[in-house]
Protein backbone atom coordinates (compact mmCIF):
# COMPACT_ATOMS: atom_id res chain seq x y z
CA UNK A 1 0.00 0.00 0.00
CA UNK A 2 1.37 3.42 -0.77
CA UNK A 3 1.11 6.49 1.53
CA UNK A 4 1.69 9.94 1.32
CA UNK A 5 3.13 11.82 3.65
CA UNK A 6 1.77 15.66 5.04
CA UNK A 7 5.44 17.10 4.39
CA UNK A 8 5.77 15.61 1.17
CA UNK A 9 5.09 18.58 -2.16
CA UNK A 10 1.51 17.63 -3.80
CA UNK A 11 1.21 19.35 -7.36
CA UNK A 12 -1.00 21.58 -7.58
CA UNK A 13 -3.55 21.61 -10.37
CA UNK A 14 -5.31 24.46 -9.23
CA UNK A 15 -2.79 27.05 -10.92
CA UNK A 16 -3.83 27.73 -14.92
CA UNK A 17 -3.76 29.98 -17.50
CA UNK A 18 -6.18 30.53 -20.12
CA UNK A 19 -8.18 27.15 -20.49
CA UNK A 20 -9.97 26.05 -23.79
CA UNK A 21 -13.65 24.91 -23.06
CA UNK A 22 -13.82 21.61 -25.51
CA UNK A 23 -16.20 19.21 -25.54
CA UNK A 24 -14.55 17.34 -22.66
CA UNK A 25 -14.58 20.15 -20.56
CA UNK A 26 -18.33 21.11 -21.12
CA UNK A 27 -19.50 17.78 -20.72
CA UNK A 28 -18.05 17.60 -17.47
CA UNK A 29 -19.42 20.80 -16.59
CA UNK A 30 -23.04 19.76 -17.58
CA UNK A 31 -22.54 16.92 -14.99
CA UNK A 32 -21.36 19.60 -12.43
CA UNK A 33 -24.36 21.47 -13.13
CA UNK A 34 -26.54 18.34 -11.98
CA UNK A 35 -25.06 18.04 -9.07
CA UNK A 36 -25.19 21.36 -8.20
CA UNK A 37 -29.07 21.42 -8.87
CA UNK A 38 -29.41 18.18 -6.62
CA UNK A 39 -27.56 19.89 -3.98
CA UNK A 40 -29.16 23.43 -4.72
CA UNK A 41 -32.82 21.71 -4.19
CA UNK A 42 -31.99 19.79 -1.20
CA UNK A 43 -30.68 22.66 0.55
CA UNK A 44 -33.68 25.13 -0.78
CA UNK A 45 -35.73 22.80 0.70
CA UNK A 46 -34.17 22.75 4.40
CA UNK A 47 -33.16 26.01 4.14
CA UNK A 48 -34.53 29.64 3.91
CA UNK A 49 -32.13 29.94 0.90
CA UNK A 50 -30.33 27.79 -1.48
CA UNK A 51 -26.11 28.00 -2.54
CA UNK A 52 -25.12 30.34 -5.25
CA UNK A 53 -24.09 29.39 -8.62
CA UNK A 54 -20.38 28.34 -8.68
CA UNK A 55 -18.53 29.96 -11.43
CA UNK A 56 -16.51 26.91 -12.15
CA UNK A 57 -19.75 25.80 -13.67
CA UNK A 58 -21.35 29.16 -15.20
CA UNK A 59 -18.24 30.74 -16.35
CA UNK A 60 -17.09 27.45 -18.53
CA UNK A 61 -20.62 27.62 -19.92
CA UNK A 62 -20.21 31.20 -20.81
CA UNK A 63 -16.73 30.75 -22.18
CA UNK A 64 -18.22 27.38 -24.38
CA UNK A 65 -21.30 29.45 -26.07
CA UNK A 66 -19.24 32.87 -26.75
CA UNK A 67 -15.77 30.74 -27.71
CA UNK A 68 -13.81 32.45 -25.27
CA UNK A 69 -10.46 30.98 -23.13
CA UNK A 70 -11.28 30.86 -19.44
CA UNK A 71 -9.11 33.11 -17.17
CA UNK A 72 -7.95 30.54 -14.25
CA UNK A 73 -4.69 32.45 -13.57
CA UNK A 74 -3.52 35.96 -12.85
CA UNK A 75 -5.02 37.45 -15.89
CA UNK A 76 -8.24 40.11 -15.04
CA UNK A 77 -11.47 39.09 -16.18
CA UNK A 78 -13.25 35.88 -15.74
CA UNK A 79 -12.32 35.14 -19.70
CA UNK A 80 -10.39 36.60 -22.39
CA UNK A 81 -11.34 36.68 -25.87
CA UNK A 82 -8.53 35.02 -28.22
CA UNK A 83 -9.41 36.77 -31.68
CA UNK A 84 -9.08 40.42 -29.86
CA UNK A 85 -7.56 39.78 -26.31
CA UNK A 86 -10.75 42.33 -24.53
CA UNK A 87 -11.21 40.87 -20.96
CA UNK A 88 -14.94 39.56 -20.17
CA UNK A 89 -16.73 39.23 -17.16
CA UNK A 90 -19.32 36.89 -15.93
CA UNK A 91 -22.06 37.51 -13.55
CA UNK A 92 -24.62 34.38 -13.85
CA UNK A 93 -28.14 34.46 -11.55
CA UNK A 94 -29.63 30.68 -10.84
CA UNK A 95 -32.98 32.84 -10.03
CA UNK A 96 -34.37 33.31 -13.55
CA UNK A 97 -37.04 35.84 -12.45
CA UNK A 98 -34.30 38.42 -10.69
CA UNK A 99 -31.09 38.97 -10.08
CA UNK A 100 -28.90 41.13 -7.70
CA UNK A 101 -24.87 40.88 -8.77
CA UNK A 102 -22.01 42.61 -7.08
CA UNK A 103 -18.78 44.28 -8.50
CA UNK A 104 -15.57 44.58 -6.26
CA UNK A 105 -14.21 48.49 -6.22
CA UNK A 106 -11.67 47.44 -8.48
CA UNK A 107 -13.02 45.31 -11.19
CA UNK A 108 -12.36 46.54 -14.84
CA UNK A 109 -13.37 44.77 -18.25
CA UNK A 110 -13.80 45.50 -21.60
CA UNK A 111 -17.23 43.50 -21.65
CA UNK A 112 -19.76 42.64 -19.51
CA UNK A 113 -21.98 38.76 -20.20
CA UNK A 114 -24.63 38.22 -18.10
CA UNK A 115 -25.47 34.44 -17.89
CA UNK A 116 -29.33 33.58 -17.19
CA UNK A 117 -30.01 30.25 -15.60
CA UNK A 118 -33.12 29.13 -16.02
CA UNK A 119 -33.11 25.77 -13.91
CA UNK A 120 -36.67 24.27 -14.61
CA UNK A 121 -35.66 23.49 -17.89
CA UNK A 122 -31.95 23.24 -17.63
CA UNK A 123 -31.29 26.32 -19.80
CA UNK A 124 -28.61 29.25 -19.67
CA UNK A 125 -29.46 32.65 -21.73
CA UNK A 126 -26.41 34.02 -22.27
CA UNK A 127 -26.48 37.91 -22.60
CA UNK A 128 -23.45 39.67 -24.46
CA UNK A 129 -24.01 43.34 -22.77
CA UNK A 130 -21.19 44.69 -24.51
CA UNK A 131 -20.40 47.35 -22.58
CA UNK A 132 -17.15 47.94 -20.90
CA UNK A 133 -16.27 48.87 -17.01
CA UNK A 134 -16.39 52.50 -17.50
CA UNK A 135 -19.22 53.29 -19.26
CA UNK A 136 -20.89 50.37 -17.01
CA UNK A 137 -20.48 52.72 -14.02
CA UNK A 138 -22.14 55.65 -14.95
CA UNK A 139 -25.34 53.38 -14.20
CA UNK A 140 -27.01 54.34 -11.50
CA UNK A 141 -26.35 51.95 -7.95
CA UNK A 142 -28.88 53.85 -6.26
CA UNK A 143 -31.42 57.08 -6.29
CA UNK A 144 -28.21 59.09 -5.35
CA UNK A 145 -25.30 57.35 -6.85
CA UNK A 146 -23.72 55.35 -9.34
CA UNK A 147 -21.81 52.86 -9.76
CA UNK A 148 -18.61 54.15 -10.49
CA UNK A 149 -19.38 56.42 -7.12
CA UNK A 150 -19.87 53.24 -4.89
CA UNK A 151 -16.67 51.70 -6.61
CA UNK A 152 -14.48 54.82 -5.75
CA UNK A 153 -16.20 54.95 -2.65
CA UNK A 154 -14.34 51.57 -1.76
CA UNK A 155 -17.54 50.02 -1.78
CA UNK A 156 -19.35 46.48 -3.70
CA UNK A 157 -21.98 47.90 -5.15
CA UNK A 158 -25.05 45.82 -6.01
CA UNK A 159 -27.37 46.12 -9.51
CA UNK A 160 -29.92 44.30 -11.29
CA UNK A 161 -28.48 43.54 -14.79
CA UNK A 162 -32.12 42.15 -15.65
CA UNK A 163 -33.18 45.06 -14.86
CA UNK A 164 -30.82 47.56 -16.54
CA UNK A 165 -29.88 45.99 -19.38
CA UNK A 166 -32.14 42.89 -20.67
CA UNK A 167 -35.65 44.42 -19.39
CA UNK A 168 -34.85 48.19 -19.86
CA UNK A 169 -33.60 47.11 -23.26
CA UNK A 170 -36.21 44.37 -24.26
CA UNK A 171 -32.53 42.51 -24.95
CA UNK A 172 -33.11 39.02 -26.29
CA UNK A 173 -30.09 36.45 -24.95
CA UNK A 174 -27.43 35.95 -28.16
CA UNK A 175 -27.57 32.00 -27.18
CA UNK A 176 -29.17 29.39 -25.56
CA UNK A 177 -27.23 26.59 -23.87
CA UNK A 178 -29.48 23.62 -23.38
CA UNK A 179 -27.61 21.77 -20.64
CA UNK A 180 -29.21 18.49 -20.45
CA UNK A 181 -28.30 18.12 -24.09
CA UNK A 182 -24.87 20.05 -23.41
CA UNK A 183 -25.23 22.44 -26.91
CA UNK A 184 -25.46 25.88 -27.84
CA UNK A 185 -28.13 27.72 -30.16
CA UNK A 186 -27.77 31.10 -31.56
CA UNK A 187 -30.31 32.72 -32.87
CA UNK A 188 -30.73 31.77 -36.44
CA UNK A 189 -31.56 28.04 -34.81
CA UNK A 190 -34.97 26.25 -34.86
CA UNK A 191 -34.50 25.33 -30.86
CA UNK A 192 -33.70 29.28 -30.19
CA UNK A 193 -36.90 30.40 -32.11
CA UNK A 194 -39.02 27.99 -30.88
CA UNK A 195 -37.72 29.45 -27.40
CA UNK A 196 -37.93 32.98 -27.91
CA UNK A 197 -41.20 34.18 -29.26
Known sequence: MFFVRRDDKMPIYNEFGYITIDDARIDATCEAYFKWKDL???ISN???RGINM???????MGCYCLDLMWNRGD???DATDPRTGRKVEFKATSRFEGDLSSFGPRCQFDDL???RFKLDENLLYVYDLNINSEEFGEYPANSTQTIQDQK???RRPHVSLQSLFVEA???????????????KYDRLSAYYRNRIH
Open 113 to 115: VFL
Open 169 to 183: NDLKPDFIFDIRRCE
Open 46 to 48: NSR
Open 75 to 77: EAG
Open 40 to 42: NTY
Open 54 to 60: PDAISEP
Open 152 to 154: LQG
